[in-house]
């Protein structure tokens, strides 16, 4: 990915990581209005399949759009990493802590809520 | 300042641009580092959204339900595709972005032009279908009651499928009318009477024995909205405070408030994003236009302002996932 040459075109790659980017879209779109019950109603790691896969998805679109369309590739090993192990981290780490805390909420105030009148 | 700088050295450390730590244009750096704390913000606000849906993971909203609306399509149920077009249109403003960026590297400044005109028109098509959805959802689809503890009683028939409040509700006449500062107190005044009425609501309930009602609570087996049975929905319906049309910050007809506040919230700032991206844009396209950067000798500016976009592209690709997808 590291062009060398400065003036050489990318063009081709960049039509090529649309098409990608629109693929998944398109997979995500159709999964996502049919919803498949063998995905939707099953239960893995905490969520149902079609989650984790919507999950997946969007974290390669993510990389797609990082490393192609913002050329992250090609700045120094040391600002890339700055930059993207900073933000997985502190992000991981948020997402685990407030996930767990909402669940563990609703483990204690849902039995509590009111449902029949 | 001079008495506080120990050394004229220090000056010209950055020097306009020309000394590169880490190997990257200040201005770019400091772009990736803007994009890092930027980065974090969105998703410490995706991650109270988190917190508040796992929280009340047994009653959140269903977002099949809520985003239902497609152009000239009235009345049909088109899940999705509404906000899958508006993230193609976004994907490929961004594509158009990084084509303007690579034509700035072989210094072709008509391409850039032309790129970037595309790319501020992505971005106008984009905010334009953002203002379209809020409107859908501040109007509502078909109107629900709110119960005195604050749930939301949505209205169902035989199928399952919900129906609008208008198809069933019983005109009654009424000699309520509007607070207004020239009929009562005049420093007292009301909003505008809703169109319907509780008690109308109740008493078309009684004359339709087709209609049931559900609740928020969902159904974990099926992920669906429990139905109450008929027989049943008059203990719901005694609660009834008041009628609630479309979503706002104080109320949704689809369910949990809250589900409406950080909708608002986060669309919103990802829309704030958008604009001040375009805004941007347009004056990186004029600078294009007059030459500034032929003059300076690179197109790197295109590349920064190119970098922001793409971030912008990048969060709503998570904001996508996590309203309307999961």
């Known amino acids: 990915m590291a062009h060398t040459q400065e003036h050489t075109s990318h063009t081709k790659l960049i039509w090529k990581v649309f098409g990608i980017l629109s693929l998944i879209t398109l997979v995500e779109v159709i999964l996502g209005i049919i919803k498949p019950e063998s995905l939707h109603l099953t239960h893995f790691l905490g969520t149902s399949i079609l989650n984790i896969i919507f999950l997946v998805l969007t974290l390669v679109k993510a990389y797609y759009i990082t490393w192609f369309f913002m050329h992250i590739a090609d700045e120094k090993k040391n600002l890339r990493r700055a930059v993207v192990w900073t933000a997985l ?7 685990t802590l407030l996930l767990l805390e909402g669940s563990y909420i609703n483990d204690v105030l849902g039995p509590l809520t009111k449902w029949n009148y | 300042m001079e008495s506080t700088i120990a050394t004229n050295a220090n000056r010209d450390n950055w020097d306009g641009g020309k000394k590169k730590p880490l190997g990257a244009s200040y201005g770019k750096m400091m772009m990736w580092f803007f994009i890092l704390s930027d980065a974090i913000t969105f998703s410490g606000f995706l991650g109270a959204y988190g917190l508040m849906r796992f929280k009340f993971i047994d ?3 269903i977002a099949d339900e809520v985003f239902t609306h497609f152009p000239f399509l009235h009345g049909l149920h088109a899940p999705m595709y509404y906000v899958a ?19 700035g590297h072989q210094m072709n400044k008509a391409k850039v032009t032309f790129y970037m005109f595309l790319t501020i028109i992505g971005g106008a098509i984009f905010l334009g279908s953002q203002a379209w959805e809020w409107k859908n959802f501040i109007n509502g689809s078909y109107g629900a009651i709110q119960m005195n503890d604050g749930k939301i009683i949505q209205f169902v028939d035989a199928e399952g499928h919900q129906v609008t409040l208008e198809s069933f509700a019983k005109p009654i006449a009424s000699e309520r009318t509007q607070h207004i500062k020239s009929k009562g107190l005049w420093f007292v005044e009301e909003t505008a009477l809703p169109a319907i009425t509780v008690n109308e ?12 009602i559900r609740t928020e609570q969902i159904n974990p087996e099926l992920k669906q909205k429990m139905i109450i049975p008929r027989a049943n929905a008059m203990g719901y319906l005694n609660e009834s405070k008041k009628v609630v049309v479309g979503a706002n910050l104080s109320e949704n007809e689809y369910g949990k408030t809250l589900f409406a506040d950080f909708f608002f919230f986060i669309t919103g700032f990802h829309g704030f994003h958008v604009l001040s991206g375009v805004i941007i844009n347009i004056i990186i396209f004029f600078n294009v236009i007059i030459g500034t950067y032929e003059r300076r000798g690179h197109y790197e500016m295109v590349e920064k302002v190119g970098l922001y976009w793409h971030f912008v592209d990048l969060v709503w690709v998570f904001v996508f996932t996590f309203f309307y997808l999961v």
């Open chain 2, 201 to 212: 609501v109740i008493e078309g309930f009684k004359a339709h024995p087709e209609l049931t």
């Open chain 2, 85 to 103: 077009l508006m993230t193609f249109v976004l994907i490929f403003s961004s594509v158009t972005m990084v084509l303007a960026v690579d034509a």
């Open chain 1, 89 to 95: 981290f502190l992000i991981v780490y948020l997402a």
């Open chain 2, 59 to 61: 009653s959140w909203p």
